[in-house]
């Protein structure tokens, strides 16, 4: 883990804000740096957990994502559009993926144009570690109490549907 910074670089900038341009814009210019740091802290330790994994984040998610399918295998473009990352993205995940011998690349059935990737049994016992080793730790969040979790992820579902980030449903 890093030293710590002898300072809050976020409260020094929200001071500077505040003084400059007042109290109001100050407020969201700190909140969107504080989610903006914090995805930075939690990316770099996750990736740190899961290292030994021969897995980074994005990849850990790859893997989950073809084990709650009921066939372990996603259209690559379908994986691309539910990791919400570009068509390249996918491509390097899924070349890092079948180099570790964690997924392969198939033909679709039905429609010769696509590729499938499909988790294969050391990708389904690899993802199965490390979500042991993720739990363990809270996926990072140990600092925060469960209620606090559940609140932190309602706020952030609140900026996500006001940012049209998804569809609205009734059940929630």
């Not at 691309?80 to 996918?90: A, F, P």
């Given at each position: 883990?890093?030293?710590p910074?002898r300072?809050?670089?976020?409260g020094?900038?929200r001071?500077?804000w ?6 109001e814009?100050?407020r969201?210019?700190?909140?969107v740096?504080?989610?903006?740091r ?5 990316l770099?330790r996750l990736?740190?957990?899961l ?6 984040f994005p ?5 989950m ?9 996603l ?5 691309g559009?539910r990791?919400?990352?570009h068509?390249?993205s996918?491509?390097?995940i899924?070349d890092?993926?079948e180099?570790?011998?964690?997924v392969?690349?198939?033909p679709?059935v039905s ?5 499938l990737a ?5 990708g ?10 993720l739990?363990?730790v809270?996926f ?12 932190l992820?309602?706020?952030?579902e609140?900026v ?5 980030d ?7």
């Amino acid at each position: 883990m890093p030293e710590p910074l002898r300072r809050d670089p976020i409260g020094e900038a929200r001071r500077h804000w505040t003084d400059r341009w007042g109290p109001e814009p100050a407020r969201p210019m700190a909140a969107v740096t504080s989610v903006m740091r914090v995805q930075q802290i939690l990316l770099a330790r996750l990736n740190g957990v899961l290292r030994e994994h021969r897995l980074t984040f994005p990849r850990y998610e790859a893997l989950m994502l073809l084990s709650f399918t009921r066939d372990g295998a996603l259209p690559l473009g379908k994986l691309g559009e539910r990791l919400q990352v570009h068509r390249t993205s996918v491509t390097n995940i899924v070349d890092k993926l079948e180099q570790d011998g964690f997924v392969r690349r198939v033909p679709h059935v039905s429609d010769r144009r696509a590729t499938l990737a499909e988790i294969t049994p050391e990708g389904r016992e690899v993802a199965g570690r490390a979500t042991l080793d993720l739990n363990g730790v809270a996926f990072s969040l140990e600092s925060l109490e469960p209620a606090e979790q559940e609140h932190l992820t309602t706020l952030l579902e609140v900026v996500r549907r006001g940012a049209g980030d998804f569809a609205a449903d009734d059940d929630g």
